[in-house]
């Protein structure tokens, strides 16, 4: 892997970023996400819910990957589940294709491991989950999920939830439909 020796990460609490650190974490998700409908507002970088920490990778001066992490309970199966719920998860498009997501994905496993995340979970398109399959993520392609969407709204969809197994095993994930009773990421 190219380029990752060189990365400097870093984990940074919610309310340890001030005005100026938002406004770099913004622009890299704006460059990233600039294909899809997600938009980011100048000193806003956050889309949905806002992460409690963050974690960053910089090249010299530059941030060129992010994650965001927020503990929270899904219900799954009708019970309540305690993950590490991912989100904006961005690779600054001129350093794809150099282990940064990959190596991006471990940190955030790590920290998964330090907040005593029993799962990593996550919502991507399909396409993604190739990905993310390649850093131990799971589909929960025949998996029911509902959730709060950036714009507000309650989705219901088979076809994105992702799952992490950190400090507990899959198959102790309790089957049936999963609710993320929050805004995602």
Do not use: K
């Not at 020796?5 to 938002?22: I, N, V, Y």
């Not at 150099?98 to 190596?103: F, K, P, T």
Request: charged share 20%.
């Amino acid at each position: 892997m190219t380029g990752t020796s060189s990365t400097q990460w870093q984990l940074a609490w919610e309310t340890h970023l001030g005005p100026a650190d938002h406004e770099v974490v913004g622009a890299l998700l704006a460059r990233s996400y600039a294909a899809t409908t997600t938009v980011f507002t100048p000193g806003h970088s956050w889309a949905g819910a806002r992460p409690e920490l963050r974690v960053l990778g910089w090249q010299r001066d530059e941030l060129v990957a992010h994650a965001g992490v927020v503990r929270r309970f899904l219900r799954a199966g009708g019970h309540s589940q305690l993950v590490g719920d991912v989100g904006l998860v961005a690779v600054h498009p001129g350093h794809q294709g150099e282990g940064l997501g990959g190596a991006l994905l471990d940190v955030v496993r790590r920290t998964l491991v330090q907040l005593a995340a029993p799962y990593g979970f996550l919502t991507c398109d399909p396409d993604l989950r190739p990905f993310y399959a390649r850093s131990g993520w799971v589909a929960l392609a025949d998996t029911d999920l509902c959730s709060v969407g950036i714009d507000h709204r309650t989705e219901h969809d088979r076809r994105n939830g992702m799952l992490l197994p950190v400090l507990a095993p899959l198959d102790a994930w309790p089957a049936g439909p999963v609710e993320r009773n929050g805004q995602e990421i």
